[in-house]
């Protein structure tokens, strides 16, 4: 009896450490997944996104897409091919039903949808729970400077939905290759909406191509003459996805485009750059090369040698161009959690005897328990800040210069940085337009980003110029169009050098009207310099040297048009008055 009571003791203990053991685990995996919903979180603001919600806001208010280019003065009737149609209409929708908080919500939740299918796939997989979140962490600090509002988020969840289509289509590649068509017949009306959405769709048909020539390779190299049918079946596959790229407002106008303006990378925009030290993104990229890399090298599975090669083709581009990053955090979350799991089973001493299970002492459950929970709790706090505000910083962004313009109803034509220009649309419209903004050269013709990139980067910064421009010359951004008023970001020195220059003139042209410690906003001198004009801006109202205060707005931080409508009022009654 006593030998069966000892027995049965530690039977109860056994069961009491693998149920204390569970609630770790879940403990743990819920710490972990909040850990990883933060950095899909991010709240920095945009600078295209007020331009996204009014585009998509002028498409639902007029009925119909806009063909050429809206709100600008240097590109009046200029086609604009839009591959971000869809991703505007619903970025509009989901402005005013749900607001810009419920905006922010769904995408942390879109975010952890994408982290929820590469756990998935790794489960089936055989994957356990925690050494699987611990390595998407490292993915999701990688998406993280590409997850703000942006329709680059479509092309994140749509590729994540063609990468888990291609893990079930080719189960248990390269141990059984085997080809499971019904999860790859879907594909094209998965590039019917890219193409709609994001450009990015040109990432997922290279991505795809590319696997798809990688597995028809291996295939034909096993079986010969025999795989054929397959073979044609998974080219099929690929011709439809790229015919299914047609399937958009342009159609093969679309590509064409994309052939005559892709054909290199401005490098005027950043996130064209390649990543370098100085940059958030780059240590977390060494870090996901280097787990990739030992995780590849360390495993004790086979090795699919068409995900090696379309990772490497992949983690190449990102090193000239820092925005494909994102894909290759999203192709290591479906690639390589079977092999992080074997490069961590032979770190440990014994692989083949499974770890025992012990019941820890009172004091060290509970000490876990709390830790976990305060982890949870602090963690959980975090993400509802960042959830429920979206900062326009005064600092950044021109909100006091662009309240000043409301508030004296200054209009017309502005020539304004790129990265505030629609900002400046959402402010100003239809009252003003700008001469260039972040639709880049979906909508402007070259000649203008030329002019434009002169005026604020001058020879200080590399370009991509046409042949024919002639010599960079700043000035001309203050003729082309025949701009009105000139707001100007204090950042770009050379662009505040030319200003200042042509104030010193004998007879200027332009005429300091406001000026902050972030914008400063000019006037054309014979508008709002000369006191015959009738436009013309007294000393009295300019403020030359205000001093801003550090602080935030809530997006988006539109001026607010009360006093311009009281000014309007009065004025019409003084009008009526006289009549």
């Known amino acids: 009896m006593t030998a069966i009571a000892a027995q049965q003791e530690l039977l109860s203990l056994a069961d009491q450490a693998r149920h204390h053991y569970r609630l770790l685990k879940i403990g743990v995996v819920a710490l972990v997944a909040l850990a990883c919903a933060i950095p899909l979180s991010l709240n920095l603001v945009d600078p295209d996104l007020w331009g996204h919600v009014r585009y998509g806001q002028d498409w639902i208010a007029a009925g119909q897409m806009p063909r050429t280019a809206t709100h600008t003065y240097t590109?009046?009737?200029?086609?604009?091919?839009?591959?971000?149609?869809?991703?505007?209409?619903?970025?509009?929708a989901g402005y005013e039903q749900i607001g810009v908080y419920g905006m922010l919500a769904c995408k942390c939740a879109l975010g952890m949808s994408i982290m929820a299918a590469m756990a998935l796939a790794a489960w089936k997989k055989g994957v356990p729970a925690i050494p699987m979140w611990a390595l998407l962490l490292l993915i999701s600090t990688n998406l993280?400077?590409?997850?703000?509002?942006?329709?680059?988020?479509?092309?994140?969840?749509?590729?994540?939905?063609?990468?888990?289509?291609?893990?079930r289509g080719f189960p248990a590649w390269p141990e059984s290759r085997t080809?499971?068509?019904?999860?790859?017949?879907?594909?094209?009306?998965?590039?019917?909406?890219?193409?709609?959405?994001?450009?990015?769709?040109?990432?997922?048909?290279?991505?795809?191509?590319?696997?798809?020539?990688?597995?028809?390779?291996?295939?034909?190299?096993?079986?010969?003459?025999?795989?054929?049918p397959v073979l044609v079946r998974l080219a099929v596959v690929g011709l439809l996805c790229l015919a299914a790229t047609l399937v958009n407002p342009y159609g093969v106008g679309m590509h064409r485009w994309l052939w005559h303006s892709w054909g290199g990378a401005p490098p005027e925009i950043t996130e064209w750059a390649a990543p370098s030290p100085g940059m958030p993104v780059f240590?977390?990229?060494?870090?996901?090369?280097?787990?990739?890399?030992?995780?590849?090298?360390?495993?004790?599975?086979?090795?699919?040698?068409?995900?090696?090669?379309?990772?490497?083709?992949?983690?190449?581009?990102?090193s000239l161009h820092l925005r494909h990053i994102a894909f290759v955090?999203?192709?290591?979350?479906?690639?390589?959690?079977?092999?992080?799991?074997?490069?961590?089973?032979?770190?440990?001493?014994?692989?083949?005897?499974?770890l025992p299970i012990m019941l820890p002492a009172r004091w060290l459950r509970l000490a876990m328990a709390v830790a976990i929970l305060g982890g949870i709790v602090l963690?959980?706090?975090?993400?509802?800040?960042?959830?429920?505000?979206?900062?326009?910083?005064?600092?950044?962004?021109?909100?006091?210069?662009?309240?000043?313009?409301?508030?004296?109803?200054?209009?017309?034509?502005?020539?304004v940085a790129f990265n505030w220009a629609q900002y400046a649309i959402a402010a100003l419209a239809p009252e003003a337009t700008v001469g260039f903004d972040g639709r880049f050269d979906t909508c402007y013709p070259q000649e203008a980003i030329d002019v434009h990139f002169d005026f604020l980067l001058g020879d200080s910064w590399p370009r991509d110029r046409r042949p024919d421009a002639g010599p960079i010359d700043g000035r001309r951004v203050l003729q082309y169009g025949q701009p009105d008023l000139v707001l100007l970001q204090r950042s770009y020195k050379d662009a505040v050098k030319i200003l200042q220059e042509e104030a010193a003139r004998e007879r200027p042209q332009w005429t300091l009207l406001y000026r902050d410690s972030v914008a400063e906003l000019w006037g054309r001198q014979s508008k709002y310099g000369d006191p015959a004009s009738a436009d013309y801006f007294p000393e009295s109202q300019r403020v030359l040297n205000l001093r801003l205060l550090e602080a935030s707005f809530q997006w988006p931080a539109l001026p607010d048009r009360s006093l311009a409508q009281e000014r309007r009022s009065e004025a019409e009654s003084g009008r009526l008055s006289k009549l």
């Not at 509002?149 to 063609?162: D, E, G, K, N, Y």
């Not at 590039?191 to 991505?207: D, T």
């Not at 990739?292 to 068409?306: E, N």
């Not at 706090?381 to 900062?391: D, G, K, T």
């Open 283 to 318: 240590w977390p990229f060494v870090a996901l090369l280097t787990v990739a890399g030992a995780c590849l090298v360390a495993t004790g599975r086979q090795r699919d040698w068409t995900q090696i090669v379309v990772l490497a083709l992949v983690a190449w581009q990102a």
């Open 379 to 415: 963690q959980s706090e975090l993400l509802a800040r960042r959830l429920s505000s979206l900062p326009v910083l005064r600092s950044q962004y021109p909100v006091d210069a662009l309240q000043f313009m409301v508030d004296h109803g200054l209009e017309g034509k502005v020539a």
């Open 144 to 167: 993280q400077a590409f997850f703000p509002l942006r329709p680059q988020l479509l092309s994140f969840a749509l590729c994540t939905v063609l990468l888990a289509s291609l893990d």
């Open 75 to 92: 590109a009046v009737g200029y086609p604009w091919v839009n591959h971000e149609n869809a991703a505007e209409l619903l970025m509009a």
């Open 179 to 228: 080809v499971r068509f019904r999860w790859l017949w879907p594909l094209p009306l998965v590039f019917v909406a890219w193409v709609n959405s994001h450009g990015g769709f040109v990432a997922g048909l290279c991505i795809l191509g590319a696997v798809l020539l990688g597995r028809m390779i291996e295939l034909a190299l096993r079986d010969g003459r025999a795989a054929t």
């Open 329 to 354: 955090a999203l192709l290591c979350g479906f690639w390589l959690p079977v092999h992080w799991r074997s490069m961590l089973l032979r770190l440990r001493p014994d692989r083949e005897r499974p």
